[in-house]
């Protein structure tokens, strides 16, 4: 079986890393596997092709800024990658994220509706159904129901300054990804599945595949977090991300910390240097992270991770936290939610801060072995062998 991946990177970030992971596991059982990408490096054990580079993304992210059509430039670089596909000759055409500024999505749909091998799309957020953004729940718009319209969400990501083409933006991806009947659509959260039961995807197979993480990498460690931070015997609080913004809580960190007493320490992991400067007393902030290990110190160390985003698909972060002995207290956000139990965690609802200090306040999160416990059910194995057993499907189907 020969499998070909698109997505915007690989090897990094959470959806690179996933592809990249998968390809493994596909090489692993005896099959073949290419990536096609548009930023960054890739993993030197990965078979690979990159689409473009810096000043191709940088002109594609200009004209989206310009004109909000993101998606319909790169018209080179997509029939380069459209060529490397057809020299690869894969028997699947697998997709991730094909936004970021690197390819033509009308292009690659009209390739695959002629190449007519079995598409699978693996949707880490909702760009593809809505006229505009990738993520709407912080602005609470449904119009993605119907048709997308009057955009409040345009300096979300992929972020534009002309709101005038948002209408034919849905209606341009509606007729170029409805155009491939071959396609079925993984989700790794069924809050996602469930968005789109009310998209213009309602009608294609739908599939829940729970992102997974390597449990070897996540678990209990010894650490001398609480020592590097000196703060004592005080309770460690957690958060991680890739990106600091409001969406991701960074606000409502901030605010939490002036409700809280001395007995609590926050420390924020992936903040920008100037964030990091602008913190109040009682907030550290972690530029980065050294590896996985050292990120699990981290997630050892605390005493709770708190989650207090705004919009997330199915963050992966709460099953690193899990696996690593600590409870999650995270917002009723997306799929966020799907991966606690009253064992291992709390769920409250959005921006609810009084109930998150009542929480940390009250709450025994001696928890450990529940948390461990929990975590292996997204072990990352599982969830590529899903993968596989899915391409053995549909390559059944075709014959």
Not at 54 to 75: C, E, F, M, P, Q
Not at 236 to 247: E, F, M, S, Y
Request: net charge positive.
């Amino acid at each position: 079986m020969k499998v070909y991946q698109i997505n915007v990177v690989c090897g990094n970030g959470s959806t690179g890393r996933i592809a990249a992971d998968l390809s493994r596991a596909i090489h692993k059982n005896g099959g073949k596997c290419r990536i096609g990408y548009g930023r960054g490096d890739s993993p030197e054990d990965i078979d690979s092709f990159k689409v473009g580079n810096k000043v191709d993304l940088y002109l594609h992210a200009l004209l989206t800024r310009i004109t909000d059509r993101h998606g319909l430039y790169s018209r080179r670089n997509t029939q380069k990658l459209i060529t490397d596909i057809c020299d690869f000759g894969p028997d699947i055409i697998h997709l991730h994220n094909i936004h970021g500024y690197f390819l033509n999505y009308e292009m690659l749909f009209r390739f695959l509706y002629e190449y007519g091998k079995p598409v699978v799309w693996t949707m880490h957020d909702c760009w593809a159904f809505t006229g505009h953004c990738a993520h709407y729940e912080s602005v609470g718009c449904n119009q993605w129901k119907r048709s997308c319209a009057h955009c409040s969400n345009l300096k979300a990501y992929p972020s534009s300054w002309n709101g005038r083409h948002v209408q034919e933006n849905f209606f341009r991806k509606k007729k170029s990804f409805c155009s491939v009947n071959n396609l079925t659509i993984v989700t790794p959260s069924a809050w996602l599945h469930q968005q789109l039961c009310e998209s213009f995807f309602c009608n294609y197979p739908r599939i829940i595949f729970h992102n997974g993480i390597d449990m070897k990498q996540f678990k209990p460690c010894p650490n001398d977090i609480k020592r590097q931070l000196k703060i004592g015997e005080r309770k460690l609080i957690l958060g991680v991300a890739g990106k600091w913004t409001r969406n991701k809580g960074l606000n409502d960190f901030i605010t939490l910390r002036n409700m809280l007493n001395n007995e609590y320490i926050i420390c924020l992991v992936g903040v920008s240097k100037k964030q990091s400067k602008e913190l109040p007393p009682g907030i550290v902030g972690i530029l980065n992270v050294k590896n996985t290990y050292e990120l699990s110190e981290y997630y050892t160390a605390a005493d709770v991770f708190l989650n207090l985003t705004y919009e997330d698909t199915f963050p992966t972060t709460n099953i690193e936290a899990l696996a690593c002995g600590t409870p999650v207290l995270t917002y009723q956000t997306g799929g966020s939610a799907e991966s606690i139990t009253p064992e291992c965690g709390v769920v409250v609802n959005k921006g609810d801060l009084q109930t998150v200090v009542h929480l940390l306040y009250s709450t025994d999160w001696n928890s450990k072995s529940a948390c461990r416990e929990r975590a292996k059910i997204f072990q990352k194995e599982d969830c590529y062998r899903n993968y596989i057993c899915l391409y053995q499907e549909l390559e059944r189907e075709r014959y």
